[in-house]
């Protein structure tokens, strides 16, 4: 048998009006990405032969995170199509029929706001789609390879600890699945059922559209669900199965509340990942982390630290606690934090030393070199094991451009100097403290820049004299 081409829907066009935001519900960041990204992420690991989100009107910025994640399998761009008006997730999928014209798959429908869901799961349920609905009954197949008792839909159910606004999965005696009931429409007895919709269903693509054609509005919110197919499959006599996931896989996000509990699932996931691989969390509770962020072996990393996207951490990296670090590279060995900041393009080389209250943009620290205390470092190279003493600020901004400050390697930067930029610090040179260095310095130089020390013998005493004479003639 042939391998069974995917086609993959995701429903993106919803507002989202409970999330009370101005942005679409979809752009909205768990773990430093765009829900939809998550979603696209998944979809693409299923390696599908096509790929359609449904989006509404105006919604550029998720037109544009689809498209990024969108590299069919022949390179072509998958279409984005737009529902307008919105009048449910069946009229969201049949917004998609000619962009799915001509396809005979599986169809698997995906949800916008259940981001977390797994290829894995996914991909459980496109096997059920092709396997009998109750094995124990054997099947019978017909010449295009249907069977009655294979499902025209399979449903994913999870059973939440708060049923809440989920649709119910009613199941029949025999174990089929007969229908779905949203909670608004659902009577005291169907609210009591635990088994709820995750909101994710795979279809036989050929007879996908043939369900959807026979769905009505007649519901309390006046739209075509597509979880109507479940009870339109079971009227033509087809088999309709459950495949269940883990509620922190599948929740819903549809306000803020459920933003943030979803947060929390996907760091909890993220958290036992990087034990998993070999790091240490002393405190994981209070680690979080983007999707993306990569850690070496035996990395440390304290207390309350943030990942940003776009961070790789290299083998036995010590990273203490309060640091905040986006779009940054570490090599093995260094040493970050406590109080860090290391913004995007910050490169710390191998058994370099970055302390508290230091901020790096953009600039690479040479191998073993070290910024202990109070710095800016922006727009720069510091080479290998110079030392950057406390209160250094590179001044990379005039008002109008960025310039860059070099530090050549062994240079000895005194404390509080201002680098004005563009300069040049040549290797070994030592830069006096307070100084403010506009002019390059030579190699193995010493440059300071600063007033002259002055001494008045004796002024200080003369002042404390004065002034106590002062106090009496007031009193
Ligand atoms: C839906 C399911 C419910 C399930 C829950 C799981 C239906 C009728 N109900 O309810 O059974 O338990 O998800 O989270 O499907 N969308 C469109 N166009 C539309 C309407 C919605 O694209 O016209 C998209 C939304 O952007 C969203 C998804 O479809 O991504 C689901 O819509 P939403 O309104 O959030 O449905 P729920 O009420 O959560
Ligand atoms: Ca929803």
Redesign the pocket.
């Known amino acids: 048998m042939t391998k069974r081409k995917i086609a993959v829907l ?7 009006k409970r999330m009370k935001s101005a942005r679409a ?2 752009m909205h960041p768990l773990a430093g990405r765009p829900m939809i990204a998550h979603v696209m992420a998944s979809v693409a690991r299923l390696k599908p032969d096509r790929v359609v989100a ?3 009107r105006g919604m550029d910025d998720v037109a544009r995170v689809v498209r990024m994640h969108a590299t069919s399998r022949d390179g072509h761009p998958h279409p984005v199509v737009v ?1 307008h ?8 999928v049949r ?1 998609a029929k000619k962009a799915l014209a001509g396809f005979a798959g599986a169809v698997l429908v995906l ?4 981001p977390l869901v797994r290829a894995a799961t996914l991909r459980a349920m496109l096997k059920a789609l092709r396997a009998p609905a109750r094995p124990d009954r054997g099947a019978t197949f017909n010449a295009r390879g249907d069977s009655p008792a294979r499902p025209a839909v399979v449903v994913l159910g999870f059973r939440p600890a708060d049923p809440a ?4 999965l009613v199941v029949g005696p025999d174990g089929n699945l007969e229908r ?1 009931v ?2 608004r429409d659902a009577s005291p007895a169907e609210r009591a059922i635990p088994l ?4 994710a269903m795979a279809f036989d693509g050929a007879g996908l559209f043939g369900l959807l054609a026979g769905i009505k509005n007649d519901n309390a ?1 006046r ?6 197919a479940v009870a339109a499959a079971r009227r033509l006599g087809r088999a309709c199965a459950v495949v269940e996931a883990d509620e922190a896989e ?3 996000v ?1 306000s803020r509340a459920e933003l943030a509990r979803a947060e929390r699932a996907v760091q909890q996931e993220l958290r036992a990942r990087a034990l998993a691989r070999g790091a240490t969390l002393r405190d994981p509770e209070t680690v979080w982390f983007s999707f993306d962020t990569r850690l070496g072996r035996d990395v440390t990393v304290g207390p309350n630290v943030v990942f940003g996207p776009g961070v790789r951490v290299g083998d036995e990296v010590e990273i203490r606690g309060f640091c905040h670090i986006e779009g940054a590279t570490i090599a093995r060995g260094a040493v970050v934090g406590p109080f860090a900041r290391l913004r995007p393009g910050a490169r710390i080389g191998p058994n370099a030393h970055v302390g508290n209250f230091v901020e790096i943009k953009n600039a690479v620290l040479g191998s073993g070199a070290k910024a202990n205390h109070l710095a800016y470092i922006g727009d720069a190279r510091v080479g290998a094991k110079a030392n950057i003493g406390a209160g250094t600020i590179t001044c990379n901004y005039d008002g109008v451009a960025k310039h860059f400050t070099d530090i050549g390697a062994g240079a000895f930067i005194g404390s509080n100097a201002a680098l004005v930029a563009p300069v040049k610090i040549g290797a070994r040179a030592i830069i006096g403290a307070g100084s403010v260095i506009a002019k390059n310095v030579g190699a193995d130089a010493l440059a300071f820049a600063r007033a002259k020390q002055r001494e008045v013998k004796g002024w200080a005493a003369r002042r404390r004299r004065a002034a106590k004479g002062n106090k009496k003639k007031m009193r």
Not at 165 to 168: D, E, L, T
Not at 196 to 199: D, E, H, P, S, Y
């Open positions: 995701v429903l993106a066009a919803g507002e989202g519900k979809a449904v989006i509404g529902q008006p919105r009048l449910g997730t069946a009229h969201a917004a949800y916008g706001d259940t606004a989920y649709g119910r779905i949203e909670t709820c919709n995750a909101g919110k739209e075509y669900y597509l979880t109507d599948v929740m819903g549809n």
